[in-house]
């Protein structure tokens, strides 16, 4: 993926990149996380080098970043898997604990480990085109659909008496906003169920909401439709 068009930053236009992180971005990378998950964010979390060396080994089309001003501004990681009955679903298992040891070449499902842009560069539009990106890596791929488990950060300070089931059918009415759920329902994402303990996330109450977004050409829909033409 190489990517290239001018970003508007509410007064002028700069020009960005999106193509996938190699060894020599790992700094810029590494310094992109601490500043987008502070505390209480756990720092543990925030990629390590060994991580990311196999991101790009075992999975180079799902390691994108976005490029500004000459730096790293942010990034998004994907993994493939098929999900089976049974599986346990946290970011842990799902994600091998984000070292995507256990990437499927051919699973049906592009399941998205982490995104994140710098706070600076925060409402320009580049998490929406980071995303975009990983949707034209689906129908690049041929994979089925998107899948990853979205943090609601907003939920503990709202929690009060309410189960994240509520918090996230509050966002989607627009009753109330989130700072990762509603950007990823404006990006597309159809909310698809609520997971516990998927994460170790205070501000989420551990929380996640599963976010699905299907390749419009892979649908049961739209081949159903093509063969009756
Ligand atoms: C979530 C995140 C990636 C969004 O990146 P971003 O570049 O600021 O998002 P964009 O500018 O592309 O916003 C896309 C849309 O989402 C909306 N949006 C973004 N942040 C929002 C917020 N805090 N509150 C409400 N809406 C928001 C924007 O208004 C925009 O809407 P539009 O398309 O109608 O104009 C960024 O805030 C981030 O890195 N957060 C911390 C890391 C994190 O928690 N990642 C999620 C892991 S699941």
Redesign the pocket.
Known sequence: MFKQWMAYDGQRFVPAVIRNYNESDFAGLIDVQAL??PPPFPSELWWNEEQLSEHVSRFPEGALCVEMEGRIV?SMTALRRTFREGDRHDWASVTDNGYIRNHEPDGDTLYVV????APA?????????LMQAMYETVVHLGCDRLL?G??M?GYQKAAAGMTPEEYVNQVKTGER?D??L??LL??GRMPVGVVRDYLEDEQSGNNAALMEWRNPFESRTYRIERRSE
Not at 114 to 117: E, L, N, R, S
């Open positions: 987008s998950f942010g982490d995104i994140c842009v560069y925060r409402r320009f539009g580049l998490g929406k085109w990853g979205g943090r950060p906003t700072p990762v509603t950007f404006r990006c």
